[in-house]
């Protein structure tokens, strides 16, 4: 059992907050009441004195091999389409393997827990030919599970053998999770999906081949539309705009999430919405990239579910969810109107989490999985802030939590992470590049 105490306010979730003491049990918050009935001998305290309680970020997009390909040469505010080809060749030099994809994990799912990320989805889309694909699933699964984050492993393609992917898709699903419902294990820790990176790489085959295996298996699909090369790439090559090849292809649909959506008209919007697709705001890469902005009030209106991520470190070089929700919400009237602190923080959460099919994370609900972040905001970056709730976004750029729980277990404590030096998981990255671009 653990009680999370003393608390300046709990978001509950977008629209609640409260003043009462949180009670986790077995994983999950449980009422007072439940908390009182409670036999359990082992009782935790976390005094959130001076603090606010979020949920636990969810973020929904993410590439944690770029975590160690990060401010490369030639990556930043250039064309998409001299972009691609720099990475590629950047991992063609590294070599992609189960022990870079380990290394690279630790440090990405350590960088989003300390920043908050209590859950990321990883569209991993870097498979070179021959590589041990299950090999490179289980590393990255392996890092998040002894960190004590939640992961999403999105097997995902990127000019792949259409046929090759959806077997080795097969075989992720398999190996990782060969029992759990919804490609989901047990614990819910790990959950399984896929993805190619969008119509400008993957071909129909690819799409319809990928969306039968999630069939098969009940996973959520993930993809990417509407950034810069994405628009040009569809209307070269097919004549047409990427969301009518989705719809062409039967990737409108209630499990399909969508990332970016810079360049998408109030038509598509509405075919958007009325498929029930739900998307991904990823301004921290598409801003500083040039690659477009998602005109994420009109999505909302719409009735589309929009969550938050960050993209990868080849694009935006920080995991810090957070500070791309403080960017989302500073830009935001420059493509709409404006949104509020809450709205974008529930994106970040709740948002995030609907879109991965699941309705026990994001918020602080009862029953919710015991997921949760305590911010100091008795610093000196929230004197004179009148909504601390508010100000967790327009104050303190950097902010990050002072305790971090995931499934009801202190994974942050005190700023740092239970278990793990960050300096040591930074320094195997580190050691690991210099040993293989000598």
């Known amino acids: 059992m653990l009680f999370i105490r003393n608390a300046v306010s709990t978001m509950i979730d977008e629209t609640h907050e409260s003043a009462e003491d949180l009670a986790l049990a077995d994983g999950f918050v449980v009422s007072e009441a439940v908390a009182a009935t409670s036999e359990s001998d082992e009782i935790d305290v976390l005094d959130a004195s001076g603090c606010v309680v979020t949920p636990g970020l969810v973020n929904a997009h993410h590439h944690l091999l770029q975590s160690a390909f990060r401010t490369l040469p030639g990556t930043r505010g250039v064309a998409m389409s001299d972009w691609l080809p720099t990475m590629a060749a950047a991992y063609g030099r590294v070599g992609i393997d189960p022990e870079l994809a380990r290394a690279a994990a630790f440090v990405g799912v350590a960088e989003g827990l300390l920043s908050g990320v209590t859950t990321v989805a990883d569209h991993h889309l870097t498979w070179p030919a021959g590589c041990d694909d299950v090999g490179i699933a289980r590393a990255t699964a392996s890092a998040a599970a002894e960190l004590g984050g939640r992961l999403v492993f999105v097997r995902g393609s990127a000019r792949d053998d259409p046929e090759e992917a959806a077997l080795s898709a097969e075989r992720v699903v398999s190996a990782l999770v060969p029992h759990g419902e919804a490609g989901i294990s047990n614990d819910g820790m ?249």
Request: proline letters at 5%.
């Open 190 to 438: 790990l959950q399984l999906a896929v993805g190619p990176a969008g119509v400008h790489s993957d071909s129909e085959q690819t799409f319809r081949l990928l969306a039968e295996v999630a069939e098969r298996h009940g996973l959520r699909r993930r993809t990417q539309a509407n950034e810069q090369v994405d628009v040009a790439i569809a209307l070269e090559k097919y004549g047409r705009r990427p969301i009518d090849l989705l719809e062409e292809w039967g990737w409108l649909a209630p499990d399909v999430t969508i990332a970016h959506l810079c360049a998408v008209t109030p038509e598509e919007i509405a075919r958007l919405a009325s498929a029930g697709v739900t998307a991904t705001h990823a301004p921290g890469c598409d801003l500083p990239m040039g690659w477009g902005i998602a005109p994420v009030a009109a999505l909302r209106e719409a009735g589309i579910s929009v969550g938050l991520g960050t993209s990868g470190g080849g694009s935006n070089d920080a995991g810090h969810l957070l500070a791309d929700a403080r960017l989302a919400m500073q830009v935001a009237p420059l493509i709409g109107r404006p949104l509020a602190a809450r709205e974008v923080l529930g994106m970040a959460s709740e948002g995030s989490a609907l879109g991965l099919g699941r309705e026990e994370l994001g918020h602080l609900r009862h029953g919710a999985a015991a997921d949760l972040c305590v911010w100091d905001v008795s610093g000196i970056a929230d004197a004179g802030v009148a909504d601390p709730v508010a100000g967790l976004l327009w104050a303190s750029p950097g902010r990050r939590p002072k305790h971090v729980v995931v499934g009801g277990r202190v994974v942050v404590r005190d700023y740092e992470l239970v278990g793990h030096d960050q300096r040591d998981l930074a320094a195997a990255l580190t050691k690991l590049l210099a040993a293989r671009t000598v």
